[in-house]
C-alpha cells in the first residue's frame, strides 16, 4: 500500500497542486460548441439553398402543369379540331379562298435599264 501512495505522490508532483482543470474542461467545452455552431450554420445555409432551388423547381413545375391544362382546355375546342384538320389534311371550308402561287417563270420581263417606253408616251 505505500507503493500505491507513493505513486500518488509522484504524480502529484507531476501534476501540480492547483492546475486549472475547469478551465481546461471550459476551455474544451467552449471550443467543441463553437465548432458544432459552424458546423450547424453550414448545414443550414446548404439546406436553405437546396430549399430555394426546390422551390424554383416548384414554380416552373406550377407554370408547366398551368400550360398544360390550357392546352387540354384549347384541344378539346371546335377551333384546334379545325385547325389541326387545316394544316395536316390542307381542308377547305365552303367559304374559303384559295389562292395559288404564280409561277415565278410566268412573271412579266423587266428591262435591266430600269426605264420601260410605254406606248402613252
Known sequence: ???????????????????????IIISAALIYAVLTFIDQRNKLELANKKNEELIQQQEALENDIDHLER??????TDDYVEQNV??????????????????????????????ESTPDQ
Open 71 to 76: 392546352r387540354k382546355a384549347f384541344v378539346n
Open 86 to 115: 387545316r394544316s395536316r389534311l390542307g381542308w377547305v371550308g365552303e367559304d374559303d379562298i384559295i389562292f395559288y402561287a404564280a409561277d415565278p417563270s410566268d412573271a412579266p420581263q423587266q428591262s435591266s435599264q430600269g426605264t
Open 1 to 23: 500500500m505505500n507503493t500505491k501512495r507513493a505513486d500518488n505522490r509522484k504524480m502529484a508532483r507531476i501534476i501540480p497542486k492547483g492546475f486549472p482543470w475547469r478551465l
